[in-house]
């Protein structure tokens, strides 16, 4: 029987700005990995501000392996400092999370 959590890597939060028009705009992208020691990651969400957890996938799209890389686009934020919450879920739903604190800039 596994009780352990799976551990995560470095949570990353990146704020990029795209102007493809007027105004400019920004997104944030969240990378992190997950792995465990004695079973596959079955699945992990991520929370904004304390709101609803959602599901994010994994590269390439099926949590079956020990050891994930997961990556993706945030909802848009509004301008100001925002906290993006991570947890993963190993197959006996032992639970590891992390958490990262980033600034979106006003738009300009």
């Known amino acids: 029987m596994d009780n352990t959590p799976p551990v995560g ?7 990029v700005k ?20 004695s079973t596959a990651i079955e699945k992990a969400e991520y929370s904004v501000d304390g709101g609803e957890w959602k599901l994010i996938l994994p ?6 392996a020990p050891v994930e890389q997961y990556r993706g686009g945030l909802p848009a934020l509004a301008a100001g400092e925002h906290t993006v919450a991570v947890r993963v879920f190993d197959r006996f739903q032992n639970v590891g999370s992390a958490k ?5 800039p006003s738009a300009k």
């Open 59 to 64: 590269e390439p799209d099926i949590s079956d």
């Open 9 to 15: 890597g470095k949570t990353n939060a990146t704020v």
């Open 100 to 104: 990262v604190t980033i600034q979106v």
């Open 18 to 37: 795209t102007c493809g028009g007027s105004p400019c705009f920004y997104n944030a992208l969240l990378d992190f990995a997950a792995r465990d020691s």
